[in-house]
């Protein structure tokens, strides 16, 4: 064969656009736009917030669609194409630095967003996310209302969710310090309110705890437990202050279960967030023993009822005394 | 001043120094990337320099800046020499240059500011795509009235691939970039991410791969002084690349919910891709063949020759990544950080530069300033790419697996912080052999030793 300046240029062009009518002509005449059950309209503020999205980068460390293997984030609802009607452009990402926004709507409160975009470690301390402090506080809000809006209708159904316990939540914590972890135990199922933490508090523990405690809860709830935290000034109600719940152990006993119960499922209207799917059993036990030694000065790991010490427990007993009962 | 821009290969010179510029640029921004994956807070509150703005500065510049200046440049040159004429017109390639520049120029100073469509491989806003699209029809024009007014009749490879590298370019690049809508520069819906990654694949396929192929198939036969190996190997690998390399951008959003031909197509055909890729690169190896030391002694060829190794490597990495299965592990993490790296700085880059080296002194007339700093340049890059590339696989692998595992994003942070640290440290001796690059041209241009007539003559007549 020999290549001719015809050849070539004739030859070049046609085998393209042959080419190119398959991978995106079929396309564009086949594909349907057709919305998903949980899609809606975005409203003008959560556009101008998808506009800083898209010209800010975001896309760059977020992704937006779950996959079917996304096992980590329980990969509750797989993207659909009709997720995206509309959109322009539905940026899907290609590298997740930070984690996939498809379904975020809802995931926090507005307070929590607004401190995060702040400075992203207000909230998650090891986070890599840059600080957007320099954009004017109407854009922020522009990006917390795009990012309450990921996730269409289902999305809705958190932000919902997240408003009702908002007011109780406020409500209680006016009403002063007690109150407030009144209200908040009695929100955490009978069963947890008596469950000593079946986890012995080993010195290895409570470092396993302490680090823990650094990587997710430090900005919030500071490095001496008492709520006033980088991220305190930009939430309502207030992160947690950690030292009155001495006063508030359950029949001078109980508090393991408390702790783990509201770290699995975090307090939801809260900034508190929820961490059953960051982190697994034995974490949450040893993050409580840490709270609980650290910020109680008392803990109720390995007390009764305890049944049979797993095999590789050692001989840790329990020498920690209940509040009140400490030998003058 | 007007004679300036008659001065014969005075375009494929200021192309050729425009990319090493740009490369320093390009390094620079990705050297402050790197260091806010490992420091999110280094230099705070400077919103042109927050992650999300200076990453596509880094991309754009490098891929379009760097590779892709430096091989037309590299193109301008070895264009008219394979025809045996002068290029049709010297100003309007001039006019190119200024296009071609502007686009990239409005990386650094428009998206630090916001002024992008965010886009990955697309972000440049749209006058800066009208500014792309001139470009590439003046060169389109120049390349085919060279070719008319040609004294060689056999049109060689190399002109081929640099002619048709910007016919398919003025159909990709207006296609992938939505250019018919110009405020977003995309489509509605789900669809956008066909056209996206339709030039976000061709970019790489179909524009820097043919300006590339083309430098090495003009630089490897005239450093070992022999013939091209086939004509048919060649003519293979020219129609293959187009005919498979079109339809694969899909892998891309293989996992998100495209229809299923499409990733069917898009994966059968990145695997094919091995076809057109072994055959060139059999073409070149063929050619060098008992003549190694030739290629390996010369540090622009050795260059050049890196680059192929380096497209094996990509190549055989690119299609098998492609395979939903493994790409279960590697997407979505800084697996492909690493196969984008060794594609562009490696690929596309190292033979830019090889090209640049080899044809610098036949456009000036003057002998390269150092050949020690070349070599000096190829063992900084190779050593930081080489590095980048097995730290970024190994830290992909972790995050893969981790989340399979079950781990969250964000509970994988710590177990690559030392991987994300390695890779700002390598990335200092790639910036360093950005500079150290620079330096040389620089000092060749002011300072290179001129040569004879008869060693210029030599030195052009070296195939």
Known sequence: MKMTPAVLIIGALMVFWASAFIIVGIPSMTMKETPSEIWRQLTPEEEAGHRLYVINGCSYCHSLYIRVSDWDIGAERIAESGDYVGVEPAILGTERTGPDLSQEGGEHPEDWNIAHFTNPRHTSPISLMPSWDFLEEREIRALTAYVQALGGKAADVRQARQRQWKTQAVAAYSGGLDRNVEWLHAQVPEVWRRMPNPYPATEAALQRGKRIYQQFCINCHSPIGDGKGSAEPYLSPPPLNFTTLRRHVVENRYIGGIFYYQIMNGITGTAMPYFKKHLESEKIWDLANYLAVSFVGYTDANIEPRGIDASYEGAWRNSYPPPGTEAK | M????????????????????????????????????????????????????????????????????????????????????RLWSEPLAWVAFAFWNLTIASGPLGFAFGFTQGREYNEYVWLADVSLMLAAVCLIVNTVLTIVNRNEQQLYVSVWYFMAAFLWTAGNYPLGNVMWHPATGAMPGLIDSIFLWFWGHNLPGLLITPLATGAAYFVIPRVSRTPLNSHTL?????????????????????????????????????????????????????????????????PAARFVMGGVVWYVVTCIQGPLQSLPFLQR???????????????????????????????????????????????????????????????????GLIQGTAWHNGETVYRVLPQIAPFMASRAALGVFILTGSLVGLFNLFMTLRHGRVMEVQQLRHAEEAA
């Open chain 2, 329 to 395: 592990v590697t997407h979505f993490n800084n697996w492909t950080v690493g196969h984008a790296h060794i594609a562009m700085l490696g690929f596309g880059g190292y033979i830019a530069l090889g090209a640049m080296w080899h044809i610098v002194p036949l456009v000036t007339g003057r002998e390269l300033y150092s050949q020690k700093l070349v070599s000096l340049q190829f063992g900084l890059i190779t050593f930081g790419l080489t590095g980048f590339f097995l730290v970024l696989t190994a830290a």
């Open chain 2, 234 to 298: 060649s003519l293979l690998g020219f129609w293959l690349l187009v005919a498979l390399y079109t339809h694969i951008g899909g892998h891309h959003v293989l996992q998100s919910p495209i229809p299923n031909w499409l990733k069917t197509v898009s994966v059968v055909d990145s695997i094919s891709m091995v076809l057109p890729v072994s055959i060139v690169v059999m073409n070149l190896w063929m050619t060098a063949r008992h003549f190694g030391a030739r290629i390996w002694g010369d």
């Open chain 2, 2 to 85: 007007i004679k300036f821009f008659y001065k014969p290969k005075g375009a494929a010179l200021a192309f050729m120094v425009a990319g090493a510029a740009w490369f320093a640029v390009g390094a620079v921004y990705g050297m402050f990337s790197a260091i806010h994956l490992v420091a999110p807070e280094f230099l705070p509150h400077l919103a042109p320099l927050v992650f999300g703005r200076e990453r596509p500065v880094h991309v754009n510049t490098m891929l379009y800046g760097f590779v892709g200046t430096m091989l037309i440049g590299a193109g301008l040159y070895y264009l008219p020499a394979l025809l045996k004429t």
